[in-house]
C-alpha cells in the first residue's frame, strides 16, 4: 500500500501506469495500421490476381494477408493484457490512499467515505474495459481518411463528411447523455446506500414492523433510479441508432462513389472494395466512442470524485511528538452539522489536566457526543481548536494518536472480524507482533472483566462478529468496544455512555476499572448513565443546546449544577441488562 505517492494522487496513479499505458499506445499504432491489411489485400487481389489469373501470386498475397492479420490479432491480444496489467498497478497503487482518504477523513461526508471505493472501481475497470481501447483507436480516424484521399479525393471527401457528421452525433449524444447519466448515478449512489443502512437493520426493521414501509421507500428510490437510467438510454439509443444508420449509408455511398469512379476509369476495382474498408475503419472508433460514452462519462465523474476526497495534496508525514501526558485544551471549538448556521457546539472552551475525570453532563441532544468525537479527532471542527499537550490535534501523525486515545463511541462500531481483531483494533492485520499483540487484548479484556465473558463465546476470542454486531448482546459488545478502548494502554480515556448496555455486574467492573486507570494517572473524559460514574469525576463539564453552560469541580458541583440548569443524571436502575 502506497500512502506518499505525490502531490495528487490519481495523477500520482495515472504516472505509476504511464510507462505501460505507453506500450498500450504503441500497440494501439501498429494495430490500427495493421487494420489497412484487408484494404491493401483487396487492392492486391482486384489490381494484381483477377487481371492476370496468376494463382501463385493469389497465394503469396494471401499468405502476406494472413500474416498481416495474424500479427494484428496477436498484438491486439497483447493489447488488452497490457491494460489488465495496468488496472492491476493501478489498483495497487492508489487503492490504499483510497481507503485510508475513506477512513481517514473526518472532513468528509459520509455518503462520499461510502462511495470511495465504488468509483475507484468504476475508474479502474474503465482502464481495462472497452472504452479505453475506443479512445486508443480514435487518434488513428484520420490517418484512414488520409488513405482514402489518397485512393481519390471524392473518396476522402465522402469519408471525410461522414466522419463529420458523426461526430456531431457524437457531440449531441453527449449533450443529451450527460445530465441524464449524471442523474442517474446521484439517485443509484443515494439509493445504495440508503439500501445498505437499512439491511444492517434488518432486525430492528422486522421487529418494528418496518419491512413494508421501507420496502416500498426503497422500490420508489429504485424506480427514480431506473427512470433515470431509460432516460440515458432512450438519449444514448437514439444517437447509436442514428450513428450506425449514417454509417452504414456512407458505407454504402463509398462503395457506389467507388463503383463510379472505376466505371469512369478514375480508379482501379480493387479500390472500390478499399474504399468502403477505409470508410468504416474511419468511423468506427466514433461509433465505439458513442457506444462506450456511458462508462467514460462514469469515469470521468468518478475520477473528480476521488480528486476531491483525496485532496489536491498529500500531506507530509507528521513530526513524531513525545508521549502524551494528557492535558487537553479546548479553544474555541464549533462543530457544525447539516445546517451550518445552528452548530452542533459552538464556541466551547475549556482545559482538562492530565491525570483527570471529567463527566460531561446535557440533556439528549445537547452535543456530548459530538464533544466527545471531536475530542478523539473523530470529527473535524468548524472552527476553533483541540490541543492534546499544547500540540492541535490535526497536528498529530493519526496513527500516534490513535495509540494514545482510547474511544469508546456511543454506537460502539463493532466492526466485521474476530472478537480479538476488534479489541486489538485489526492491529495483526497491520501487521503488528502476535504474541505482544495476543498478551495485550487479554491484558484489556481483563481490565474491564470481560474475559470470562469472551471465554464463553462460541470460540472464545476467535468467535467472528458479523454485520451489526451478530451473534453478540448489546451487553457483550458493549463490554468488548470498552475493552477496545483499554487496548495499548492509552494515556487518554474518550468513553461515550459507557454503561448504557451493562448489567450490575458488568457496571462495577466498569466502575472499578475506571478508579483503577484514574490512580494510573489517565486522563478519562465520560458521558454516562448513572450518578455513580459521575459522582467519581474530578470535574463535571455541563452542556446545553451546544454550548458550555458550567465547568468546575466534580462530585459536589454535579449535584448543585442538576438543580440549578434544571440537568436530569439518569439513576442506576435506568440501565439495560445485557
Not at 475506443?134 to 473518396?155: G, K, M, R, Y
Not at 472508433?285 to 462506450?292: H, R
Not at 448482546?473 to 461515550?496: E, H, K, N, V, Y
Request: glycine share 10%; net charge positive.
Amino acid at each position: 500500500m502506497d500512502g506518499g505517492i505525490g502531490s495528487k494522487p490519481v495523477a500520482a496513479a495515472v504516472a505509476a501506469c504511464r510507462p505501460m499505458l505507453g506500450w498500450a499506445a504503441v500497440f494501439s499504432g501498429v494495430v490500427n495500421l495493421l487494420y489497412l491489411v484487408p484494404t491493401l489485400y483487396m487492392l492486391q487481389v482486384y489490381d494484381r490476381y483477377v487481371p492476370s489469373g496468376n494463382g501463385a501470386t493469389l497465394l503469396l498475397v494471401s499468405l502476406m494477408g494472413g500474416l498481416g492479420l495474424a500479427t494484428l490479432a496477436a498484438l491486439d491480444w497483447v493489447r488488452g493484457r497490457l491494460l489488465v496489467r495496468v488496472s492491476a498497478r493501478f489498483d495497487r497503487v492508489l487503492a490504499g490512499p483510497t481507503l485510508m482518504a475513506a477512513l481517514a477523513g473526518p472532513a468528509s461526508a459520509r455518503a462520499d467515505r461510502a462511495e470511495a471505493m465504488r468509483d475507484f472501481d468504476t475508474l479502474r475497470q474503465m482502464i481495462a474495459s472497452g472504452a479505453m481501447i475506443a479512445l486508443f483507436d480514435a487518434p488513428w480516424a484520420p490517418v484512414f481518411l488520409l488513405f482514402a484521399f489518397l485512393l481519390h479525393p471524392l473518396l476522402g471527401l465522402v469519408t471525410l463528411t461522414g466522419a463529420i457528421i458523426l461526430v456531431a452525433l457524437a457531440w449531441g449524444n453527449e449533450r443529451a447523455t450527460h445530465p441524464a447519466i449524471a442523474a442517474a448515478n446521484m439517485a443509484a449512489a443515494g439509493a445504495y446506500a440508503r439500501q445498505a443502512q437499512v439491511s444492517a437493520h434488518a432486525e430492528e426493521v422486522r421487529a418494528l414492523g418496518m419491512a413494508r414501509g421501507l420496502t416500498a421507500v426503497a422500490l420508489a428510490e429504485r424506480d427514480a433510479v431506473s427512470r433515470a437510467q431509460l432516460d440515458a438510454s432512450f438519449a444514448g439509443g437514439r444517437y447509436a441508432a442514428l450513428i450506425k444508420f449514417f454509417r452504414l449509408v456512407f458505407q454504402s455511398g463509398a462503395l457506389a462513389v467507388g463503383a463510379w469512379l472505376a466505371v469512369t476509369g478514375r480508379i482501379s476495382m480493387g479500390a472500390i472494395i478499399a474504399a468502403s474498408l477505409l470508410l468504416s475503419r474511419t468511423l468506427a472508433p466514433i461509433e465505439q466512442l458513442v457506444a462506450a460514452w456511458r462508462p467514460i462519462v462514469r469515469a470521468v465523474e468518478a475520477r473528480k470524485r476521488l480528486e476531491a476526497l483525496l485532496g489536491d495534496r498529500t500531506p507530509p508525514p507528521a513530526t513524531m511528538l513525545p508521549e502524551p501526558t494528557g492535558r487537553i485544551a479546548i479553544e474555541a471549538l464549533t462543530v457544525s452539522g447539516a445546517n451550518p448556521r445552528a452548530p452542533i457546539l459552538a464556541g466551547i472552551s475549556a482545559t482538562l489536566e492530565a491525570g483527570e475525570m471529567v463527566a460531561i453532563a446535557g440533556l439528549s441532544g445537547a452535543g456530548k457526543s459530538t464533544l466527545l468525537r471531536a475530542l478523539a479527532a473523530a470529527v473535524e471542527p468548524a472552527a476553533g481548536t483541540v490541543r492534546l499537550d499544547g500540540v492541535a490535534l490535526r497536528d498529530w501523525d493519526r496513527g500516534q494518536l490513535a495509540r494514545h486515545i482510547g474511544f469508546l463511541p456511543q454506537s460502539l462500531a463493532l466492526l466485521p472480524g474476530t472478537v480479538k481483531d476488534n479489541i486489538s483494533r485489526f492491529a495483526r492485520a497491520a501487521g503488528g507482533d502476535p504474541v505482544a499483540i495476543d498478551a495485550a487484548v487479554m491484558r484489556a479484556a481483563a481490565a474491564i472483566g470481560a474475559h470470562e465473558m469472551i471465554g464463553r463465546l462460541p470460540q472464545g476470542y476467535d468467535t467472528v462478529i458479523g454485520t451489526g454486531g451478530t451473534p453478540l448482546s448489546a451487553g457483550q459488545m458493549q463490554r468488548i468496544a470498552i475493552a477496545r478502548a483499554l487496548f495499548g494502554d492509552p494515556r487518554i480515556l474518550i468513553l461515550d455512555e459507557p454503561n448504557a448496555h451493562l448489567d450490575s455486574g458488568a457496571h462495577a467492573a466498569l466502575v472499578q476499572a475506571l478508579s483503577a486507570l484514574r490512580e494510573e494517572g489517565r486522563t478519562i473524559v465520560i458521558a454516562a448513565h448513572g450518578a455513580d460514574l459521575i459522582r467519581m469525576a474530578d470535574k463535571l463539564l455541563v452542556l446545553a443546546d451546544g454550548r458550555l453552560v458550567r465547568f468546575g469541580d466534580g462530585p459536589g458541583a454535579a449535584r448543585a449544577n442538576a438543580g440549578d440548569d434544571g440537568l436530569v443524571v439518569a439513576q442506576p436502575g435506568a440501565r439495560r441488562a445485557a
